[in-house]
């Protein structure tokens, strides 16, 4: 992908609820703002969508989940302004409901929610994808009845040296460290990290030192500092710091519903969506990484966002506003970490950015 083409953005949406699908966008280096210039419906529910290389090839490549009962994944080539085309057969994940997606070790995993278990998918040398090699089925459950009765991964991801699969699993408040063997596609179990029964722990993003992660929590707005060690492959709680302005027992007509999280490049900042508040949280993080402060809270320029993006530059957040329809940008204050609301553009349904 070329200089022009490094101002491209891709945008998923929920087609069952009126969304386009996955829409191409460019994006105006100056502003921030994001045009759509084509749109493809061809899977159903693109909840959340990863960019690529083609192993054999080098040419770029996009991957979406289809967020269904029967759960699948597909790959897109991208060409310079059209919109994206299937590579390959879309491919069952032997899982429901399939809510995240990442590459790691020469495959694609994902994150199946309403199955509880985490796929991998080989990347072939085109980018397209082959047949499920591995499926790891989380087991356990939390105290939230309705929430929690069994196993919901809802990320997965690999850590930043690459030598481990990472899987937060919203139903069993924990955080599985898994091993993806590179020959054969199998995922072995490795540890598990156990948090605070009830947080309903959603995603999980790593400081840039890579020693220490950070992991949201849905069903209470709190963030769960842990500490990294790579070598081991284990993760270790450490606390939790509050996402919200305020007490939420405090206001219980409103009930809020964190949703990703994003950490500067710098590690000074880390940031959250929080859905139902409808506001982007600021966080300020020390020398040690492991006591963010809660410094400020605006509004998200929508309702309900489901997603958190920051873009390459580091300059830009977005906020794809389900429930609203739309993705707000916002200028990020490079001395406070403070958004600014610079513009909004309309995408029905939407549910994730992502950067080429």
Excluded at 269 to 277: D, I, Q, Y
């Amino acid at each position: 992908m070329g200089d022009d083409h490094a101002k491209r953005a891709f945008i998923g949406s929920f087609t069952s609820a009126g969304g386009r699908g996955i829409s191409v966008a460019a994006v105006d280096r100056d502003t921030g703002a994001p045009s759509v210039l084509a749109s493809t419906d061809a899977v159903t529910d693109p909840s959340f969508l990863a960019t690529g290389r083609a192993p054999g090839t080098g040419e770029p490549v996009l991957y979406a989940v289809s967020e269904t009962s029967d759960g699948a994944a597909a790959a897109f080539a991208v060409d310079e302004d059209g919109a994206p085309r299937l590579i390959g057969d879309v491919r069952p994940v032997d899982g429901s409901s399939p809510t995240h997606l990442a590459l790691a070790a020469g495959h694609l995993l994902t994150a199946n929610y309403g199955s509880g278990s985490v796929t991998a998918l080989p990347v072939q040398d085109d980018g397209s994808l082959g047949p499920a090699t591995g499926v790891l089925r989380h087991e356990g459950s939390g105290p939230d009845a309705g929430r929690q009765s069994g196993p919901h991964a809802h990320q997965v991801l690999a850590d930043p040296s690459g030598n481990w699969v990472l899987s937060v699993d919203l139903g069993t408040d924990s955080v599985r460290v898994c091993a993806l063997d590179p020959a054969t596609g199998s995922l072995r179990p490795h540890t598990e990290a156990a948090l605070r029964p009830g947080t309903g722990p959603r995603h999980l993003a790593f400081h840039p030192s890579g020693g220490h992660a950070y992991v949201l929590n849905e069903l209470e707005p709190t963030v769960t500092v842990c500490r990294w060690d790579a070598v081991a492959g284990r993760l270790e709680p450490l606390g939790e710091t509050q996402v919200l302005p305020h007490d939420p027992a405090e206001d219980p007509g409103v009930r809020t519903y964190p949703s990703e999280l994003v950490v500067s490049r710098d590690g000074r900042f880390l940031w959250t969506a929080n859905r139902g508040h409808d506001s982007i949280s600021v966080l300020t993080l020390d020398e040690t990484a492991e006591k963010p402060v809660l410094a400020a809270a605006v509004g998200c320029g929508g309702r309900w966002p489901r997603d958190l993006t920051l873009d390459p530059t580091g300059q830009w957040l977005y906020a794809a506003n389900e429930h609203s329809g739309n993705v707000s940008w916002f200028a990020v204050d490079a001395e406070t970490g403070i958004p600014a609301h610079a513009g909004s553009l309309d995408v029905p349904a939407a549910s994730c950015v992502v950067f080429a």
